[in-house]
Structures are given as C-alpha cells and as structure tokens.
C-alpha cells in the first residue's frame, strides 16, 4: 500500500487551489466574493511582474485586460520573464501587438537567442537591424526612412 506524504498531498491542494482562484473559479469550502477579489489581485500582481521583467509590454493596448484574460487561461509559467515571454507569444498570435511592440518582442528573442534577426523600429526614431550570432548580439543602425518624393507631372 503506497501513502502520499501529507507535505506532497498540501503541495498537489495549493496548486489545485491557486490555479482554480488564477483562473477566476471557487473552490469549494471558499468564500465567492474574498476568493474573486483574491483572483483579481493574484493576476494583477502577475501582471506587474512581468511588465517588470519586459517593460514594452506596458505599450501593450489594453495590456491589464489582456493579460487578465491570458492569466485566466494560462497558469503561471515561473517567474515574471517567464510569463511575460508567454504573453508576449499568446498576444502575437492573437493579433494583440502593433508594430512596436512586436518589433521589441523580436528585438527580445534575438537577445535570448530564439531568433536570429530583428529590425528594430519605434516612434520617431531610426530602424536597428539587431543580429544575433552566437552569443553575440549586433545592433546596425539603418537610415532613417525617407519621405516618397513626387515627380513632377511630364504633362504640364
């Protein structure tokens, strides 16, 4: 006959727990009001982690109802990189990223070494293309995109 260790079995109740309250669930035996406002605080303390970990992430339209919806769905994958990293990707298939936050996402996978290439663009600044070679990791700055020029109408 196999017991399971009173610490194993508390372990395996804390996790089933904690992720039915990250979810937005109640478990039985808890109360409905403190267990949601419990929920809302767990997501959003999650939140701020990861925004900490990778700060673009707050250019993020509509980041906190995002990320609570993604937290709902997703139970924590390790520390705020971690997670953040995870939103990133389920907010990139999503859609969810304009084009300078999905430019900092990619800028972020070559420093991890996921990638290879990424160009790098923000708001009023010059275009990077960061190359990730080894474990090196090289920033070119490109020339500054220039106005289309007209040509004058041949007709007149």
């Known amino acids: 006959m196999t ?3 009173p610490r194993e079995r ?3 109740r804390q996790t089933e727990v904690l992720a039915a309250v990250m979810s937005g669930q109640v478990p039985e035996g808890f109360d409905e009001a403190s267990t949601r406002v419990t929920g809302v605080v767990l997501r959003a303390k999650r939140r701020r982690a990861a925004l900490r970990a990778l700060p673009w992430l707050a250019e993020v339209p509509d980041v906190a109802e995002h990320f609570d919806r993604f937290a709902r769905e997703h139970p924590p994958a390790g520390c705020g990189h971690d997670d953040g ?5 389920w907010a990139a298939a999503r859609g969810l990223l304009d084009r300078f936050a999905l430019s900092a ?3 972020h996978q070559v420093d991890l070494g996921t990638r290879r290439t990424a160009l790098q ?3 009023g600044t010059r275009p990077v293309l960061v190359l990730g070679v080894g474990p090196y990791v090289y920033e070119v ?3 500054a995109p ?3 020029q007209r040509r004058p109408d041949p007709r007149r």
């Open 105 to 107: 996402w990619r800028v």
């Open 121 to 123: 663009v923000g708001p």
């Open 85 to 89: 990293d995870a939103f990133a990707a």
């Open 10 to 12: 508390l372990r395996r």
């Open 141 to 143: 700055p490109l020339p």
């Open 3 to 5: 017991s399971v260790d």
């Open 146 to 148: 220039r106005a289309p």
